[in-house]
């Protein structure tokens, strides 16, 4: 079954460090791959998606993720993490054509004042 | 406003009950999502559907029921065969039933104890 992973549960980070975060999936053929994020009691939301072109795929808020195809991965980065990035991050996955909606398990980003 | 309600925000019932949680959406989405989040396991699929009357089972359906009689509601049945019931249940949905590229939109979820 397609699935999507995430190696790095809980990253610390003081203000000002960069940031990647790790996502892989294993869909064959034509992928959909998102980031979301969860603020704490907020709902999740759409941080960025990619869907075809450019691999280099900017979102809100200052992310941005690059989709490689050769290393199924497409890892989230921003240059200069603030305190109000505390969150827990989600990658997610669908094939095209296909609305089966798989999520990594989340990585939980604590960035310090 | 358009949005997803799930409700109650918190259930509790007693092991051996079936329960059922509430999703409803104004949005007009056709694909319609049941996930269920615990700490270090992020959002695994238990059921989708992509329009009225049609169902898939996600990574894990055991135990778990759903319906789709109308396209606004997707109530999902947490059953007494469900060996580990307790946890944090969203529901989501996404505007188109095809192409699988488009943004989730999520409820606020909800907390289900069961004791």
């Known amino acids: 079954a397609q699935s999507v992973s995430q190696h790095n549960h809980h990253v610390i980070l003081s203000e000002a460090a960069s940031l990647e975060l790790g996502c892989n999936y294993s869909?064959?053929?034509?992928?959909?791959l998102f980031w979301y994020v969860q603020y704490p009691g907020q709902h999740l939301q759409l941080l960025l998606k990619y869907f075809s072109g450019d691999p280099l795929v900017k979102g809100i808020k200052g992310f941005e993720a690059e989709f490689i195809k050769s290393k199924f991965s497409f890892n989230l980065r921003k240059p200069s993490v603030q305190w109000s990035d505390t969150a827990e991050y989600f990658c997610?996955?669908?094939?095209?054509?296909?609305?089966?909606?798989?999520f990594g398990a989340g990585t939980r980003l604590t960035v310090k004042p | 406003d358009g949005g997803i309600t799930q409700s109650p925000k918190y259930l509790f019932r007693k092991e051996g009950q079936n329960v059922t949680l509430s999703c409803e959406q104004n949005l007009n989405h056709d694909a319609m999502y049941w996930y269920r989040q615990d700490p270090g396991q992020g959002l695994r699929l238990i059921y989708y559907?992509?329009?009225?009357?049609?169902?898939q089972k996600g990574d894990i359906a055991e135990g778990y029921s759903v319906s789709r009689e109308k396209k606004e509601s997707f109530p999902l049945t947490v059953t007494s065969a469900q060996k580990n019931p307790t946890a944090f249940y969203l529901c989501?949905?996404?505007?188109?039933?095809?192409?699988?590229?488009?943004?989730?939109?999520f409820g606020q979820g909800t907390r289900l104890t069961v004791v």
């Open positions: 997610a996955g669908t094939q095209y054509n296909n609305n089966d909606m798989r």
């Open positions: 989501a949905s996404i505007p188109d039933r095809g192409l699988g590229n488009t943004e989730a939109f």
């Open positions: 869909y064959g053929g034509t992928v959909n």
């Open positions: 559907s992509q329009i009225v009357n049609d169902f």
